[in-house]
């Protein structure tokens, strides 16, 4: 099955390559070489820094051998580009993943779609795009694209070659609306030219700092009273720490009861991961251990025994949920701290690094491998990799829901710690200013 899994997510690569040859650059010698040094940087990394020194029993050499003769044969480099990525994919690992050259043009399909339980739904539909003219509406859900079936096990690649390793000018998708009808449809991407330094490279430096400015800005963690006795707080990724994650839970303790909602978190730093556990015990919690290449090493948090947040407690959920996120919400539920609420989680936790590279002059190229360093096993003995965190009451909105902007699910949780409120009002706690 496992073969089966990753033949399926190389045939999704090569089926949408096909669609973009309008913005292929010409493959000449020059760009082989390049593509053959990306190969050796990336697959070098592989070797040298994964977790687990046998590759999952893979025969390495012979699959990048494999890969170096396709490069051969490439017509162009975002094929060669499919084929590195294809090798990294053989090992069915969340982590472990090509950082690719960055392409010179921006593809803006103007719609998302997200998973929600086992199906996947229109979540955006930006205003002037090609999608909103053919009629495409929030709730509408999606069937497929390009072909290939949406769902948990496709989706995180079809994101990944979509917008960035083989962005498409078009796709095709086949979507069903409320009514039950059918439709299938090729929407258009709107394409734009990039700065870039040369080739394939990557944002200017002032483009890379705005850029990288709010990023930071949408990652922090936000807090809003419910009501006198409850404290929601939003955290879209775990990168504070120290003072900051300190003054969220100052706030905490004055209220008797805490939302944690974690829907969209993609994860973050350890460090930040463990100074807000340690917010919400008072004492020492061992969660696990750590399996690295030749070691494995404890996760212990201390606690925080005169200023943790001790009051009941609601973590939400859901399918984008991902690394520390994820470990978070398994945490409270292995310690019956809290009740976890939502959707599964998107099994994606492992631990990685990343491998910053550079080849060539004219054009320069930057790319990357993100490898798998460790993977977090927790005290019941499991990896949530490819599992996901379940919910302790699964709670989903509907399409009507999305379509309206409710959010029943953070009603539900309110609702679960005696405070009433409306997904109307609920789907207006966090929406933050942007600047």
């Avoid at 709730?139 to 390793?165: C, K, W």
């Avoid at 302790?392 to 309206?404: G, K, N, R």
Wanted: proline share 4%; aromatic share 8%; with cysteine.
């Amino acid at each position: 099955m496992r073969l089966v899994r990753v033949l399926m997510m190389l045939f999704v690569l090569f089926a949408m390559f096909s669609a973009m040859k309008s913005f292929a650059q010409k493959f000449d010698r020059l760009d082989q070489e390049i593509a053959e040094t990306i190969l050796k940087d990336v697959s070098d990394d592989v070797s040298k820094n994964y977790y687990d020194p046998t590759l999952h029993g893979l025969d390495w050499n012979s699959l990048v051998q494999k890969a170096r003769t396709n490069i051969e044969n490439a017509h162009d480099m975002e094929e060669a580009i499919a084929q590195i990525e294809g090798l990294l994919q053989s090992l069915h690992d969340s982590h472990t993943f090509l950082i690719p050259p960055q392409h010179g043009n921006n593809f803006d399909y103007g719609w998302r779609f997200k998973i929600f339980g086992s199906r996947t739904y229109i979540t955006e539909v930006h205003a002037g795009s090609d999608a909103e003219k053919q009629g495409v509406h929030l709730g509408d859900e999606v069937l497929a694209i390009n072909g290939f079936r949406v769902d948990r096990q496709s989706a995180p690649l079809l994101h990944s070659a979509m917008e960035t390793y083989l962005p498409l000018s078009s796709v095709e998708v086949k979507l069903r609306d409320s009514q039950g009808r059918v439709r299938d449809l090729r929407l258009l991407a709107s394409v734009t030219q990039q700065p870039a330094i040369a080739g394939l490279s990557s944002w200017a430096p002032h483009e890379m700092r705005l850029k990288a400015e709010d990023a930071w800005d949408n990652a922090r963690a936000e807090a809003v009273e419910l009501s006198p006795d409850l404290l929601a707080i939003r955290i879209p990724a775990f990168l504070q720490t120290g003072h900051d994650v300190d003054a969220l839970f100052a706030k905490a303790r004055t209220h008797k009861k805490l939302i944690i909602d974690l829907r969209g978190c993609r994860g973050g730093t350890v460090d930040s991961l463990h100074a807000y556990l340690d917010h919400i015990f008072s004492h020492e919690v061992n969660f696990g251990k750590l399996v690295e290449r030749g070691k494995v090493t404890p996760q212990t948090i201390k606690g925080n025994a005169k200023n943790a947040f001790t009051g009941d407690l609601v973590v939400l959920v859901d399918s984008e949920t991902a690394s520390g996120g994820e470990i978070f919400a398994r945490v409270v539920q292995l310690e019956q701290r809290g009740t976890v609420v939502g959707d599964r989680t998107s099994g994606l936790t492992m631990a990685a690094i990343r491998i910053p590279h550079h080849a060539g002059m004219h054009p320069f190229y930057l790319y990357g491998t993100s490898v798998t360093i460790a993977d977090t096993v927790m005290t019941d003995g499991k990896s949530l990799e490819h599992v996901g965190v379940s919910p302790d009451q699964t709670f989903l909105p509907s399409p009507a829901d999305l379509v309206a902007h409710r959010d029943h699910v953070l009603s539900f949780g309110a609702s679960l710690l005696g405070v009433q409120l409306t997904p109307d009002l609920a789907s207006k706690v966090f929406v933050r200013e942007k600047r």
